[in-house]
């Protein structure tokens, strides 16, 4: 099972209710308006703090390499590619040796 921080541990499954008509529902709903979770409530406390966020943020990793390492991968797919791209070209009509 997965944990996330700072989400209660426990939390209880939202009970069913046997159907009622329309009356009864309009009523209840206009009676009482729909309490959040309480984890709703602590995602929505988590939400608002920004340090969290920036945090979260530098965490972040990316697929894509930096710098020179980038522009070899480029050059790598560039070439492996280049097959396709001629075809591509060719059924096209588009000469690219102008």
Do not use: C, W
């Not at 009676?31 to 309480?38: F, G, K, Y």
Request: glycine share 2%; net charge positive.
């Amino acid at each position: 099972m997965v944990t996330i921080p700072r989400l209660p541990t426990t939390t209880q499954a939202p009970q069913r209710t046997r159907r009622t008509n329309r009356k009864q529902k309009t009523e209840i709903s206009a009676s009482s308006a729909p309490q959040p979770t309480v984890v709703a409530q602590v995602v929505a406390e988590t939400i608002k703090d920004p340090a969290l966020i920036e945090n979260a943020r530098s965490q972040v990793q990316y697929d894509s390499p930096q710098g020179k390492n980038k522009q070899a991968l480029s050059a790598y797919m560039d070439v492996l590619h280049q097959a396709k791209r001629e075809e591509y070209a060719r059924l096209l009509g588009i000469d690219l040796f102008v």
